[in-house]
């Protein structure tokens, strides 16, 4: 009896390590070759598996993939959070947050691997709906760092914070897809820079200053 208690305490444990391990060789595998033309029997060869062992812990790859873009997008959005949350000064934390938004070039796994299931979104809802997320969630911290400078008059805001915030955001992405391509017209130094100016403008803060100290 003690055995059947220890046994069906044990199983899920086995079950999580083994999702965890799928989820992270879905990972790896999205960032080194895409996840266009990815198939169930690329993760199952790569993890050591049958295709069938696979499907034992997620039900279709598209369900594989959803969790990897969970991950992705928690890890992303936690850490745009954690680099805005110290300073007090409202402009310091909208250039970190600014800072915190674009790829540092081609080999920046996580917003590879945010960009590359960007791309399932387009035919897949349930992709969209957590893509929609992680657009709302950089919107919401940008709007709480506006509506604080404009509070303490330091930010001058020259249209409602939430279209700055969506604008920004906006650029951020428009900015981070170029820089994720194999030749970039322009390195993420100026795509920073082509953010601080609008958002300069945006709230009539001289933010290239302000990165300058």
Request: hydrophobic share 45%; proline share 4%; glycine share 6%.
């Amino acid at each position: 009896m003690a055995f059947e208690i220890l046994e069906c305490v044990a199983r899920p444990k086995r079950q999580e390590r083994r999702r965890a391990q799928l989820v992270e060789v879905a990972r790896r595998i999205v960032v080194e070759q895409g996840v266009l033309g990815l198939r169930l029997t690329d993760v199952a060869r790569r993890a050591e598996l049958a295709p069938a062992s696979v499907l034992y812990y997620f039900a279709e790859l598209t369900e594989l993939l959803r969790e990897v873009q969970d991950q992705a997008v928690e890890r992303f959005c936690a850490a745009r959070a954690e680099v805005t949350a110290g300073p007090a000064d409202p402009r310091t934390r909208l250039l970190a947050m600014i800072n915190s938004g674009l790829p540092t070039g081609e080999d920046d796994e996580l917003c590879r691997l945010l960009y590359e299931l960007g791309t399932v979104a387009r035919r897949d809802p349930a992709y969209a709906a957590r893509h929609i997320d992680l657009f709302q969630r950089q919107v919401t911290l940008y709007v709480g760092i506006l509506e604080a400078g404009a509070a303490l008059g330091v930010f001058t805001l020259a249209d409602d914070p939430t279209t700055v915030a969506r604008n920004l955001v906006l650029l951020e992405d428009g900015a981070g897809l170029h820089l994720m391509q194999a030749v970039t017209p322009f390195d993420a130094a100026t795509a920073t820079r082509m953010l601080i100016s609008y958002a300069s403008a945006a709230t009539g803060a001289d933010l290239h200053q302000e990165a300058k100290r």
